[in-house]
Nanobody
């Protein structure tokens, strides 16, 4: 079945940058173009929230307001990888970051609602602190 593996988390100082990777594997007859990919995060004591997402065809992206202008989501189709470039990091960006996939065979839809996603990675820890 579909597998998602996140990497790239770590400890950074406020104002620093980090790039997260989500490698997707286990395709059957489909491919990455048929999956919307979302990034979510969860801080201690808080609900998991949507951060950013990208459609299967790569034409549609969304960002939650608090990260817009600082984060960028993009994909490398040959590597079956979706990245989240995070710049100007703040302490409130800390948390466990998860990537998730939603089967969208026409590649023209994406959203940031948790219930829309069927497959999830194990998460990678991001800590922004001095």
């Amino acid at each position: 079945q579909l597998q998602l593996v996140e990497s790239g988390g770590g400890l950074v100082q406020p104002g620093g940058s980090l790039r997260l990777s989500c490698v997707v594997s286990g395709f059957g007859l489909d491919n990455l173009d048929e999956y919307a990919i979302g990034w979510f995060r969860q801080a201690p004591g808080k609900e998991r929230e949507g951060v950013s997402c990208i459609s299967g065809n790569g034409d549609i992206t969304e960002y939650q307001p608090s990260v817009k202008g600082r984060f960028t989501i993009y994909r490398d189709r040959p590597k079956n990888t979706v990245y989240l470039q995070m710049n100007s990091l703040k302490a409130e960006d800390s948390g466990v970051y998860y990537c998730a996939a939603d089967y969208t065979p026409y590649g023209d839809y994406v959203g940031l609602k948790r219930y829309e996603y069927d497959h999830w990675g194990q998460g990678t820890q991001v800590t922004v602190s001095t």
